[in-house]
């Protein structure tokens, strides 16, 4: 097993709890940064520590916070996007709900480094349960001194608060999410200006997902360079992979980023291999919006080498033989799994959660759910396979934010790797799967 | 059915009052997707337009206002539910661990179809859009529960525990804390 930061003591009995917590380390980052540390020293560690976002965009952290906008007697807030939502990612419910206080630590450390007073951890309504875990662990937080007046006696002041959603994918979205936060549809805003210009309230913003921030509590205790130490290339430290489908251990699994993927699938450590000793077929590694591989594509790159968990060797050989990192949701599927019915689940995932702002993802998602619909119960042809594809090409890059993409992708690369499967729902003229 | 008043409980002013306090000074509309979720746990499970009316009072803003968001989000009803909603997970994880064959087993022990509420009110079934449950596949959510690794027994489990409650369950339900 490799080194562990974020999960290392997540089987500590009591670990959801402030004493548990604090005895194992818990806090040290945020004394070290309010005693020792100016909040530039700390954005500079993040940069060289080279982390990028975890919530699937994989954008450099330290720069996403340089880009903050400063202006005098303007408040500035961090905002923390706990709208976990992307099909097969639950890393953040697992982290949130097993060690909330490392996101509470996260939180204030990272509030402190970009000079907020009031931060915000929006998390999707359906969990809810989790958000009063994590309003434990700050009011746990504000009776020790952590939050508050004066924290450390340091004259920084801080409040933290959670926000829950209502039940909508386009939140984690990030500026949909700002719009979400101030009680208003989900809506994604234009951009730019981007959320570190103009974002809540129209102030300067940064918006990180849950397993980002937290990443910043080794980085500072440990520091950047020792960060950027673990792990391949650009794609520093460790990663939480959500792994679900056909293996035999689903769960969440703290990577060194850089374990090969035939590693993460068969080997003990991690998914145990697949479910009933079946072969594999499929892999969409990081979330419903990334190119779903076939089995020789995920475990081998096209130069023939083994594939690697990391953010450049998922993507290498671009769209027709790569895929992308993501948000880490591993979905694996065994040597019986229809390629187009699983593709009809995302579908109709994007269909019921795009905002309807753009008409190529409104009107788009909804054609393409009605032709898989139609291919899957017996009644497609060629055609229909020929429109799917256009259709999926109409809506990539035509939409204010990339649901539209998320939508797009899935659908392209089932087809261009999968396409026989298509075509013999259509020559059978029957479905394997009648849908219900 | 008679006409209640609607009023929150003094409880639920406070909190309302706390939720508001949690945003800078005019920004108070901030609240109102927290306090939809306590409007629907303390009404019935629903947001009835006179509902919406009484959250738009709260918070100073227009019905509308109200009424575009609630109509937004997939967590409020706009109709009546049954005590126990259940809702359950059908997106690419859960189908593949055998979501469709918990939502038929579901539909064949209660006598109703998707989207549909028992006679005596007590279940109302709904298929739902992935609830980050994947690992714990298939699974279903009832309230703020999560009802993880399903099997048909499970379900039949549940299903007994839940109709000698016979009590409504709802998002801001203290849980136990699902297991790993």
Known sequence: MGKKLLLANDHIPGIQSYDVYRSNGGYLSVEKALKTLKPEDIVEEVKKSGLRGRGGAGFPTGMKWSFLAKPEGVPRYLVCNADESEPGTFKDRYLMSRIPHLLVEGMITSSYALGANTSYIYIRGEYYYVAQILEKAIAEAYQNGWLGQNILGTGYNLDLHVQVGGGAYICGEETALLESLEGKRGNPRIKPPFPAIAGLYGCPTVVNNVETIAAVVPIVNDGGDSYAAIGIGKSTGTKLISASGHIKKPGVYEIEMGITVEEFIYSEAYCGGILNNKKLKAVVAGGSSVPILPADKILTTPAGEKRLMSYESLSEGGFASGTMLGSGGFIVMDEDTSIVENLYTFTRFYHHESCGQCSPCREGTAWMEK?????????????????LWEIQSKIEGNTICPLGDAAAWPVASAIRHFRSEFESFVSNGNAKHPIN | MEKKEIKFSNEALGLVQKMKSRYPEGKQKSALLPILHLAQAEFDGWLSPEVMDYVAQLLGIQSIEVFEVASFYSMYNLKPVGKCLLEVCR??????????????????????????????????????????????????????????NLTTSKVDDMLAKLKAENTRKTYLDKVEVNQY
């Open chain 2, 91 to 148: 997106t690419s994880s859960c189908w593949l661990r055998g979501a469709n064959e918990i939502v038929a087993h579901l539909e064949n022990k209660l006598g109703i179809k998707e989207g549909e509420t028992t006679p005596d009110g007590l279940f109302t079934l709904k298929t739902v859009e992935c609830l980050g449950s994947c690992g714990t596949a298939p699974m279903l959510m009832c309230g703020a529960q999560f009802h993880e």
């Open chain 1, 371 to 387: 032709l898989l619909h139609k291919i899957l119960d017996g009644h497609g042809t060629l055609a229909d396979v020929d429109l």
